[in-house]
């Protein structure tokens, strides 16, 4: 299926970080054709699910002490975010300290009955989560893991991530 995944993360603390805004948000982007959604947090993927169809991806940021990784870090987001009806769950995909490995990640997501998504930040991390299982890999943390945040996309690893699921 082609189309559009929409994002319906607000920032923390905005006045659209409301269950309800962000469930509105998401169902106006699946009646303008949106394939899929993209929510974070327990509370909001609560809200969102009841009222859509399309599959949603669901996600837990966290910041942690002893780690850079926010996205889905533990294994008990995973269980929250399959109880919680995510029909995909993003976790971080690099290759960064963490609390449980990727491939421990990618393994309970799957014993859920659930598709792994892995958002990467460079092809190498791409590749070792899709040899890991993941059915899913984004750009989603291309320039966020280094000093200085890209004011572009990494489209040169979106054609080397498209070259790559062609082969």
């Known amino acids: 299926m082609a189309g559009l995944i929409v994002s319906c993360q607000p920032v ?42 399309v599959p949603v991806i669901g996600l837990i940021k966290r910041d942690l002490p002893d780690s850079p990784v926010r996205i889905t870090p533990w294994l008990e987001d995973i269980d929250a975010l399959a109880q919680g009806g995510a029909d995909i769950i993003a976790i971080d995909g690099t290759q960064r300290q963490r609390p449980a490995s990727v491939s421990a990640l990618l393994a309970e997501i799957h014993r859920l009955g659930k598709v792994a998504m892995a958002d990467c930040s460079s092809l190498d991390d791409a590749l ?3 040899q890991l299982g993941a059915e899913i890999v984004g750009t989603t943390l291309s320039g966020y893991t280094a000093e200085e945040t890209p004011d572009e996309p990494d489209l040169a690893l979106v054609q080397c991530l498209s070259a790559a699921a062609a082969e």
């Open 128 to 130: 070792e989560c899709w």
């Open 12 to 53: 923390p603390g905005s006045p659209l970080d409301n269950p309800a805004i962000v469930a509105a948000m998401a169902l106006a982007a699946e009646q303008a054709g949106a394939v899929a959604l993209r929510i974070e947090g327990l509370a909001n993927l609560q809200a969102v699910r009841p009222l859509v169809t």
